[in-house]
């Protein structure tokens, strides 16, 4: 795919391919990381594997990559992405120079792109959130777990994943209150917990009641699909179900999704008056500077100062 022949602490080594799956694997048996991000830095890399191959470039240089990300730009591709791929292509090179591979070529390359720190999804209003859970009108165990789903999501902010990832046993009563041990995500076990509201547990236990028996390493959410009936619900499902929601409720928007359930969480806490440190408690955020960008949200929308500007402009008092 890519030869080069440069000269490495003055040897000369010959690179055939440092893009193939031999080299690939032996990198990221050294950086350790999981299936997923091994996944997204293979696929970042063989976007930078077919620029190198569209434009003949046999020994790359700095300014190829600088051209690579200059072209990542003018492709529309978002900040997050842009910085991602780069990252990817910094990490690995790095790692080729220290093997004596490839010389550093990506040392210290800038992204030029600024990511915004802002939710790209709305959040529900605690009204929106109730006629949401009341679109869902039936009783069969279909329509119990679904509603059970939808407010938990929206009162404990849990994620896709997360929700996908429960089972049975996770429901545990500590010091008379019942909580979920959670798996976050990017964690490999059930670490954190969240108060599961008397509300939310009980129609969970309304759920499971109607399942019929259940075993502890159940499971807490399964499909009804007569293809996989009692199989583990998959982060696509649930998804796919609020969105059908959402629709159903007259809230069928891009900006409302699944995901929104988790900024509805949040939201509708901090609005209550809840402290930040405890949100950021509950949404399991590492740094209190993500749990600040819905607080920013909501000081946005109380500040009117350009309803001011313009009720002064037109004439209209105080």
């Given amino acids: 795919m890519t030869t080069a022949i440069v000269k490495v602490e003055s040897r000369e080594v010959q690179t055939k ?23 997204t830095y293979k696929i970042a890399l063989n976007q930078l594997a077919k620029y190198f191959n569209t434009n003949a470039i046999e020994r790359p240089a700095r300014t ?8 990542l730009i003018a492709a529309k591709k978002s900040p997050a992405t842009v910085r991602l791929y780069l990252t990817s292509a910094k990490i690995f090179f790095r790692w080729l ?25 709305d ?41 996908s990832r429960l089972d049975v046993a996770d429901m545990v009563n500590q010091f008379g209150r019942t909580y979920l041990l959670i798996q976050g995500k990017g964690h490999y076990e059930k670490d954190s917990q969240v108060l599961l509201p008397a509300q939310v547990e009980n129609l969970i236990r309304d759920y499971l009641k109607a399942r019929g028996n259940v075993e502890d390493n159940a499971p807490l959410f399964v499909s009804t699909a007569n293809r996989n009936r009692g199989q583990r619900l998959s982060t696509q499902t649930i998804s796919k179900m609020v969105k059908a929601n ?25 609005l209550a008056g809840v402290g ?8 399991r955020h590492t740094n209190i500077n993500t749990t600040m960008i819905y607080n920013n949200a909501i000081e946005r929308m109380k500040n009117l100062a350009e309803q001011t500007a313009a009720n002064s402009i037109f004439g209209i008092p105080a």
């Fill in 123 to 163: 959040a529900l209003t605690s009204k929106q959130a109730a006629s949401l859970l009341q679109t869902v009108k039936g009783t069969s165990v279909k329509d119990k777990r679904d509603r059970a789903i939808m407010a938990l999501m929206m009162t404990a902010g849990l994620r896709c994943i997360e929700v």
């Fill in 276 to 283: 930040l440190m405890q949100v950021q408690q509950v949404l």
């Fill in 17 to 39: 391919n440092f893009f193939n799956g031999d080299l690939l694997n032996r990198w990221l048996r050294f950086a350790g990381v999981s299936d997923k991000t091994a996944l």
């Fill in 97 to 121: 120079a220290q093997e004596g591979i490839f010389p550093n070529i990506a040392d210290n390359l800038k992204a030029k792109v600024k990511i915004v720190h802002t939710h790209k999804k």
């Fill in 64 to 71: 190829d990559l600088e051209n690579w990300r200059d072209e």
């Fill in 246 to 270: 959402l629709r159903a409720g007259g809230m069928n928007t891009p900006r409302l999704t699944a995901h929104s359930l988790r900024h509805t969480a949040a939201t509708t806490m901090i």
